[in-house]
């Protein structure tokens, strides 16, 4: 059965993106198998030493990148709209029966060493969203996604 | 002082989308003079009669189209990273001092002569989001822009 893993440095605190993070969770988990994977995030280090935070960050990610299909979320990557996603995540993940993980920044991003690891980078959009929306966006296009590969129709 | 008015069709019905809704709302209106207008939605019509359901809705959403420059959300419209849209909103409403509606369609989008009335179609993504996920998308951008014009570091 394929399965899915959402990975990111630092929990998500905003009560309302939590739930909802939790709710699209829940609906992808009736379709496939899936967890969030949400490792330590640094803190006590001040912005000005981003490349310091997102070393230490990176440790706790690369560990989940040792197999799988990865996907990294980032705006230097490839847009495509809601039925290319599907596309591409039955021929990675559906057709290899190999497990897909979405890698979304924290609030400062990715180290670029980890952002290297991906197999493919993908854009929501051309804006800059909060990492936080981001992750609400990615779990509903997964979700959409999904509906569409199995041919569900998908709840407005 | 600068206005904004989102426009759409229909409450938000998702409490967590809902929360965030008014939350972003709240620090929009830190900034500028602000309001979500949720005009009536048509229920009791099976999806099928979408044109139905879209021109009895356009009837509510047209008397909030009379002044003001428009922005309608639409995937057929532009794509622009955020500090092309915080320019736009610089150059239409804080240089003109005319009121920008950012109008965003309901479950079935909206209608063709609504879409028509807009100065600017812009797209958030080549993705198609829920309309409610697009709302706080469409926010949280609005946010970050002002954040943008007026000089502030966004809070990640």
């Known amino acids: 059965m394929m399965e899915i893993v959402f990975l990111w440095p630092g929990k998500t605190k905003n009560p ?8 699209y969770l829940e609906k992808i988990e009736r379709l496939v198998r899936a967890r969030i994977i949400e490792t330590s995030e640094t803190r006590g280090l001040e912005e000005k030493w981003a490349e310091k935070i997102l070393e230490k960050e990176a440790r706790g ?7 799988g ?3 990294c979320l980032s705006d230097k990557g490839e847009q495509m709209n809601s ?8 021929d990675k993940a559906l057709k290899s029966g190999k497990k897909l993980v979405f890698l979304v920044g924290g609030f400062l991003g990715l180290a670029p060493r980890i952002a290297a690891c991906a197999d493919f980078c993908l854009s929501l959009s051309a804006m800059t969203f909060s990492h936080e929306l981001a992750r609400i966006m990615v779990l509903e296009q ?3 996604s999904l ?4 041919g569900h129709s998908y709840p407005k």
Not at 17 to 23: E, F, G
Not at 147 to 150: L, R, S
Request: net charge positive; aromatic share 10%; proline share 0%.
């Open 69 to 71: 299909y990865i996907i």
């Open 61 to 67: 990610l690369e560990k989940h990148l040792k197999d």
């Open 83 to 90: 039925k290319e996603l599907a596309k591409l995540i039955e």
């Open 147 to 150: 509906c569409i590969i199995k």
């Open 16 to 23: 309302h993106y939590k739930a909802l993070q939790a709710d």
């Open 142 to 144: 997964v979700y959409r």
